[in-house]
């Protein structure tokens, strides 16, 4: 089984995920860094030259070879939620963690981030919440959520590995003495 872990840039994804995974004993993947790896150029370059269509595509190609993978903490982009097959394949062989927080964490976070192609844009403020309200349905969707604003990347990494073992135990059929 792995676990997946989606939601808004600045929710903690990458450290978490590569936290949670060292601290586990598996290995970690992120979704964008093979995207990057694959077409040989940034998000940001792909996004510029061939726009968010070509990138979703790419995209989806990727999530289905990665879900096919096992005991992996697999870091999905911030959009991968906006198609229903991603979400599905994920679900497959990994439980889904939502990682939230509110615009002014995501804000203070991203801030630097001049690689992050949806928030150079006039007003990011904006652009975040009507992102965030977009896409809050397609997040919903996830096993369970945590939010990342008050918590260091140690303590969403606990709550994650307690999550994923009480939504396992939940899921588990009950057995009769």
């Known amino acids: 089984m792995n676990i997946v872990l989606v939601g808004f840039m600045g929710?903690?994804?990458?450290?978490?995920g590569?936290?949670?995974?060292?601290?586990?004993?598996?290995?970690?993947?992120?979704?964008?860094?093979?995207?990057e790896d694959k077409e040989r150029r940034s998000i940001n370059d792909i996004f510029k030259k061939n726009g968010e269509p070509y990138f979703r595509?790419?995209?989806?190609?990727?999530?289905?070879?990665?879900?096919?993978l096992d005991r992996f903490v697999i870091d999905a982009g911030g959009g991968v939620v906006l198609d229903e097959e991603n979400i599905q394949n994920l679900k497959r062989?990994?439980?889904i963690v939502c990682l939230s927080?509110?615009?002014?964490?995501i804000l203070e976070r991203t801030k630097r981030y001049r690689h992050r192609p949806l928030l150079n844009v006039k007003d990011p403020r904006q652009k975040v919440?009507?992102?965030?309200?977009?896409?809050a349905p397609f997040y919903a969707k996830a096993d369970f959520t945590i939010d990342t604003s008050e918590m260091t990347i140690e303590q969403v990494a606990?709550?994650?590995?307690?999550?994923?073992d009480e939504n396992c135990r939940e899921k588990e059929p009950h057995k009769n003495p």
């Open 11 to 16: 929710t903690g994804k990458t450290a978490v």
């Open 18 to 35: 590569r936290l949670l995974a060292k601290e586990m004993g598996i290995k970690y993947i992120s979704t964008d860094e093979v995207i």
């Open 57 to 68: 595509s790419v995209e989806k190609e990727i999530v289905k070879k990665v879900s096919e």
């Open 93 to 95: 062989n990994g439980k």
């Open 101 to 105: 927080a509110d615009v002014n964490t």
């Open 129 to 135: 919440e009507s992102l965030l309200q977009e896409r």
């Open 158 to 164: 606990e709550k994650i590995k307690q999550g994923v």
